[in-house]
């Protein structure tokens, strides 16, 4: 059972900053209102844009698809309530930018009345099937990185499946979401974890939750054992950051994944343990990702966990929480990987876990940054094994091709070297600069590369056109030189061969050859006679009908061509005046 001891290990650095979770852990989870309007941006994960399926004026249900994946890798977006469409359009991002976004935005009617809703069985599908639910539910990871879960749930075809591992260590500070959840609904999570289970077909399943979260642990303890699931629920210790996947995995599984390998090239894949109750709603009781749990706290008079809607606007939802008349600024996310929401009209997300409202006193102004030390105490924290003050040094000095070589890519932004920096250097700023910076050079090398190949691409079609023509010009020159030889053959074999008086040929007695003038000649007249011939077939057939006054002006029209026939062709009969006239009349 899941009170087997099983050996932990240890991940190198982390930190152990003040968790400040219980002031937002002593009430039970909260029903959010309806805020008066919804701004639900349709890109909101890892991959592509959802398509708009929804336009200004259209009604919609709580529910409804108004985002379409726009591929494999993309995730659907639902109505979040009942309630008319005001506009599909521009809106500012929950992103640090503070960049526009596609957003659906959503006047409730107050109804909150869902679209019909079709509970499953999973186990009748086939497991393609139950991931193209998941897709279309909106299913993604709720952990952080929001990757499509569906595109997680298909096991290596070369390595077989070791280890699920279900992530509820929730190590940031200040969040309490997880927490919760596993307290109040611990048995859908367990649900949602056997779904994961079954696509996946793992030998065990580990549910690791940091030690600092008893109640948690013992809630997942007891479901895991009401519904006789095999699953080994395990206290980690406590240290930043062990919610990490990679970390997880390494204290769980003593597994160590490199940087250019997945979990699941080892065996192992990690899921967020709101990311399983989410599945779970979604394929036993058809409800769309629309909503989740938000740790509001920080510098308010009622810290707590709230069930909100997604695409409600920051300003209407931290009112719940009543914030401090110092309150400064909203973190979305927590003190060590958040950021600062950038307007109050920037809606809520599916990877919003956490509003923090600051304050002078909670966040007291940063210290002035110093000169680096080379202390090393960076490198000694860092999770990855990193080096990062060398990363800052050629961050700084803009060698990002230096930065590469020191694995910059391989950060996760953890913080853990800033937190722990003497000198107050906000080193993971500038590893985030300089990964733009790479990112951004990496684009403009593409966009080269793909004018340069459209440039080469035009100049080989160039010439492959002229050679083309080239070709067809031969050909047809071939072809006419052709002609006048058959040509030419025809007119010398149109001439009889002289004889003598007795009978006999005497063609070769003549010494001079045929005169070219003859042959010219005679190629001219085989021409005009293919001309007549050709204009005796295009002659109109439907003649037999017609009226006396039509043959007379046909006659009339003969008779003025019959000058212009001598002329083109002195061999023609000349028609005698009246000829025509008289082939009328008769």
């Not at 991940?11 to 003040?18: D, E």
């Not at 003598?500 to 005497?506: E, I, K, L, M, N």
């Not at 050859?513 to 109109?540: G, L, N, T």
Request: aromatic share 6%; hydrophobic share 40%; proline share 8%.
């Amino acid at each position: 059972m899941n009170a087997i001891i099983q050996q932990l290990f240890k991940f190198k650095g982390g930190v152990k900053p003040q968790t400040n979770k219980t002031i937002s852990a002593h009430e039970p989870i909260a029903q959010a209102p309806l805020p008066a309007r919804l701004i639900v941006p349709l890109h909101q994960s890892i991959g592509g844009t959802p398509n708009p399926l929804v336009v200004a004026g259209d009604h919609v249900l709580k529910g409804q698809l108004i985002g379409g994946p726009d591929g494999w890798l993309s995730s659907a977006v639902h109505a979040p309530t009942s309630g008319t469409v005001l506009a599909v359009e521009d809106h500012i991002s929950a992103h640090p930018s503070g960049l526009m976004t596609l957003s659906v935005i959503i006047q409730p009617d107050g109804r909150d009345e869902w679209l019909p809703r079709t509970p499953l069985n999973y186990r009748e599908l086939a497991p393609e099937r139950v991931r193209e639910i998941l897709r279309d539910a909106g299913v993604v990871g709720l952990g952080g990185a929001v990757f499509p879960s569906h595109a997680k749930l298909s096991a290596s075809k070369t390595v077989p499946m070791e280890e699920l591992v279900i992530n509820g260590a929730e190590c940031e500070p200040f969040i309490t979401c997880d927490d919760l959840l596993m307290r109040e609904r611990a048995e859908d999570v367990v649900r949602g974890v056997g779904i994961f289970r079954d696509l996946l077909a793992p030998k065990r399943v580990l549910i690791g939750i940091e030690d600092n979260k008893p109640e948690a642990v013992a809630a997942m303890q007891q479901a895991v054992k009401s519904l006789g699931e095999p699953f080994e629920v395990i206290a980690v210790p406590t240290r930043y950051p062990a919610g990490g996947a990679k970390q997880l995995i390494r204290v769980l599984t003593g597994k160590e994944v490199p940087a250019a390998k997945r979990s699941t090239e080892l065996g192992v894949q990690c899921f967020n343990v709101a990311t399983a109750y989410t599945a779970y709603r979604a394929i036993a009781h058809g409800e769309p990702v629309i909503s989740r749990i938000v740790t509001l706290t920080g510098n308010v008079e009622h810290p707590c966990n709230w069930e909100v809607l997604i695409g409600t606007p920051l300003g209407e939802f931290i009112q719940l929480g009543q914030p401090k008349s110092d309150t400064n600024g909203y973190l979305m996310g927590g003190p060590m990987m958040g950021f600062e929401m950038p307007s109050l009209d920037a809606p809520l997300v599916k990877a919003t876990n956490c509003i923090i409202a600051g304050s002078p006193t909670l966040f007291p102004p940063k210290a002035p940054e110093m000169p680096c030390i080379r202390c090393g105490a960076c490198a000694d924290a860092c999770p990855h094994e990193l080096q990062p003050f060398e990363m800052y040094w050629f961050a700084r000095a803009k060698n990002f091709g230096k930065t590469q070589e020191y694995k910059i890519f391989d950060c996760i932004e953890c913080g853990c070297c800033s937190f722990v920096c003497p000198s107050h250097i906000p080193l993971v700023q500038y590893f985030r600069f300089a990964k733009s910076e790479i990112w951004a050079r990496e684009a403009d090398k593409k966009a080269s590369e793909a004018a340069k190949a459209r440039f080469e691409f035009r100049n080989l079609r160039d010439e492959r056109e002229k050679a083309e023509k080239a070709e067809r010009l031969a050909k047809a020159s071939a072809a006419k030189a052709a002609e006048k030889k058959a040509a030419a053959a025809t007119a010398e074999a149109s001439i009889e061969p002289a004889t003598g008086s007795d009978g006999a040929d005497t063609s070769g007695a003549i010494a001079a050859p045929v005169d070219a003038d003859a042959a010219k000649k005679a190629a001219i007249a085989a021409a005009i006679e293919r001309a007549r011939v050709q204009r005796a077939a295009a002659e109109p057939k439907n003649t037999d009908g017609l009226t006396i006054a039509q043959r007379k002006e046909i006659a009339e029209i003969e008779a003025r061509r019959a000058p212009l026939q001598e002329q083109t062709d002195p061999n023609a009969e000349r028609a005698k005046p009246g000829t025509a006239l008289k082939e009328v009349k008769g």
